[in-house]
């Protein structure tokens, strides 16, 4: 049976999970956010086949901004959103501490306590 065609959406959200930091580990959190940056991305790629004109023209002439181009900008924005409040990098992981200075803090901890 073949597979069904990845959408926009599941492309982006593969491509975010390989570039993922080692040792970065998602919750649930971070999966329905990732639920909605695929939503997102494919409500855009739908608008984006939609929108072929920014401006229209109604019915007395008038030319006007295609409501189908306001939705795309802000979906486009909601999904810059999405993606910047997930921690993607390593620069944002917490600093790893060496061992010996775990123990060394933990001995200072231990004395100041008895």
């Known amino acids: ?21 080692d040792g970065l580990e998602l919750d649930n959190r971070d999966f329905a956010t990732l639920e909605l940056i695929a939503a997102t991305r494919d409500d855009i790629a739908s608008l984006e086949t939609a929108c072929d004109q920014v401006l229209i023209e109604d019915v007395a002439g008038t030319k006007k901004l295609n409501a189908a181009y306001t939705e795309l900008r802000l979906s486009r924005a909601q999904l810059h959103r999405l993606i910047t409040s997930m921690k ?5 992981l917490p600093e790893i501490k060496s061992a010996r200075h775990q123990a060394a803090a933990n001995a200072r901890w231990h004395r100041a306590g008895a």
């Open 1 to 21: 049976m073949p597979r069904k065609p990845l959408t926009e959406g599941q492309k982006l959200v593969a491509a975010i999970k390989r570039d993922l930091a």
């Open 88 to 92: 993607l990098t390593a620069d944002e």
